[in-house]
């Protein structure tokens, strides 16, 4: 449970932040959400956040291409015949939820961060929506769902609102790692804000409020 709920939860924040210092309009436009939630105030609530629709787009759109558990294990319960393979009962399946949520036949641009796709549209986290699935599906699905986006909403609206992230001098957008290392969760192969490994960027953080 502890490791469930730490780990996915960090690594999210991390690619999410990435993902924002790497493209500045996506950054602007989050950050003047905050601000106009906020109505002059230097935190944002856990009330506020249901109105923050592009926040929540933007956490979801972060999670479609960095889903922090990409392979999801299945046994099958009955033999079922799938696109001309037959697979018998009792087999152990991994659904590649990464590759699921970079399909190009089902996103458009599909390896492109544009959180604008998740604006008005009914796509939810517990849903049936089996083209995106960052906690899983059914009964076995994440039971940390809603803890985890409202922290993870939260923290992210915090960070944005009470400051400005500028890259270190000569550093650009395009020089941000976005590799992947995987370990218990799909982590960024370098940091983006602890100094601790030779490639890491050590963000600057100039405070708004
Ligand atoms: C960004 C954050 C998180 C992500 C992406 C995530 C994702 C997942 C995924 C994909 C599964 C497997 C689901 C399946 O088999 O269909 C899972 C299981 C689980 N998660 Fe999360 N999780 C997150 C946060 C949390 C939090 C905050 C908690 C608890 C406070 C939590 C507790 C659990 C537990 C206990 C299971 C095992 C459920 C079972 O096997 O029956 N998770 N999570």
């Known amino acids: 449970m502890f490791s469930a709920g730490t780990d ?11 993902e924002l210092i790497k493209h500045p309009p996506a950054m602007k436009k989050l950050q003047q959400e905050a601000t106009i939630i906020a109505e002059g105030r230097s935190t944002i609530l856990e009330q506020d956040l249901e109105k923050m629709q592009y926040l929540k787009a933007v956490v979801k759109e972060s999670m479609r291409l960095h889903t922090p558990v990409p392979l999801i294990p299945r046994e099958t319960t009955e033999g079922v015949e799938l696109m001309g393979y037959d697979i018998p009962v009792g087999t152990q399946v991994l659904v590649n ?3 699921i ?26 849903s049936l929506h089996y083209d995106w699935l960052p906690f899983g599906a059914g009964r076995r699905g994440c039971p940390g769902i809603q803890f985890a986006t409202t922290i993870i909403e939260l923290a992210l609206a915090n960070m944005v609102h009470k400051f400005d992230f500028e890259l270190p001098n000569g550093v650009k957008n395009e020089d941000i790692d976005m ?31």
């Open 8 to 18: 996915t939860t960090f690594t999210t924040l991390e690619w999410t932040l990435s």
């Open 179 to 209: 590799s992947e290392t995987y370990g218990i969760t799909v982590h960024k192969k370098s940091s983006l804000i602890t100094g601790g490994c030779e490639s890491a960027i050590l963000v600057v953080a100039h405070k708004r409020y």
């Open 101 to 126: 949520g970079r399909d190009p036949t089902v996103w458009e641009d599909s390896n492109k961060f544009r959180p604008e796709r998740f604006l008005d549209n009914s796509t939810e986290y517990k």
């Open 97 to 99: 939820v990464w590759a």
